[in-house]
């Protein structure tokens, strides 16, 4: 079958991002290599505009829209990450952005949003169907929707991380991607796959919210019961129609770990590396420190995919 998404728009993604988003550096820690017995490279998204790699997707979909699409605005739902990045992105391509966002999401995400000039529609999560409203108003205003995961230029904007990160280590024998809605892992199975075709990609998912594993095991798309994670950003309940083609096709496993594994990754990152990574964004790492997969001497990629946590919970999480 063919993809909808592939390398080459990757690399046009690439382009479009080249001094727009941060080239954001790869880290290395000795003691992280001496407890994995492996090399471990980590791609520090956390340090990417707006703290996430939404920043890339986000960026690359308002930028591919025709000039009377952006002039009219864009339209996104979403409480998290690519909230942010479709608000920050909206403001660098002068267009307006609308956010529909839940009464209850935190005030400081309700806060950076606005900073960044986006309108925010509250609607009630228990009652309310944020697709739809997002459909209607879009449809209302001659808004242009962009879904966080769902969308061929936001998958290929994801991509570019991984394919920065492979021109910058060179060959890998491994990478694992935090898995949520599928974007980013999809994106990033398009950049490892065609630039190293020997390379294995393991997704890895919240142990509560595993419907991208089930998906994975039984040939479609499995939708989940709304699954309870402190990985706030991977509490999806399906993948995606354009992102799960690209991932049953090219990933090679997709596994889990436990909220008390993400506590204790996000505790070394601190204590160690010195660095803010959010629970969502500790997925991988703490996917590699388990060695659930044999990785003794191998040289692997880890996408650490974002660095927002409210400081107060962090604080009493990593105590
Ligand atoms: C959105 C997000 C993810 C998951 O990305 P998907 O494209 O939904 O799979 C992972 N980590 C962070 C920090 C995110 O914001």
Known sequence: MKLSVTYQDVEAAA?????????????????????????????????????????RGAFNAIACLTDEQRKAGVITYSSGNHAQAIAY????????????????????????????????????????????IAQQLSHEQGLTLIPPYDHPDVIAGQGTAVKELIEDVGSLDYLFVPLGGGGLLAGSLL??????????????EPEAGNDGQQSLRKGEIVTIPAPKSIADGAVTTHLGQYNFPIIQKLVDDIITVSDPE??????????????????????????????????????????????????????LWVK
């Not at 550096?25 to 790699?53: I, M, W």
């Not at 529909?100 to 529609?121: E, L």
């Not at 790492?285 to 990785?295: D, E, G, L, R």
């Open 15 to 55: 382009l479009r991002l080249e001094n727009k988003a941060f080239r954001t550096p790869v880290f290395t820690s000795r003691t992280a290599d001496q407890l994995s017995k492996a090399h471990l490279y980590f791609k520090c998204e956390n340090y990417q505009h707006v703290g996430a790699f939404k920043f």
């Open 191 to 204: 950049s490892a796959k065609h630039l190293l075709p020997n390379i294995k990609v393991i997704g890895v």
């Open 89 to 132: 992105a909206s403001q660098l391509h002068q267009t307006r952005a609308l956010i529909v966002m839940p009464k209850d999401a935190p005030q400081i995400k309700m806060a950076a949003t606005k900073g960044y000039g986006a309108k925010i529609y509250l609607y009630d999560r228990y009652t309310e169907d944020r697709e739809a």
């Open 262 to 315: 993400l506590i204790s990754m996000m505790h070394f990152f601190a204590e160690r590396m010195k660095m803010i990574v959010e629970p969502t964004g500790c997925l991988a790492a703490a996917a590699v420190m388990k060695k659930t997969i044999p990785i003794e001497g191998k040289k692997i990629g880890i996408v650490l995919s974002g660095g927002n946590v409210d400081l107060k919970q962090f604080a």
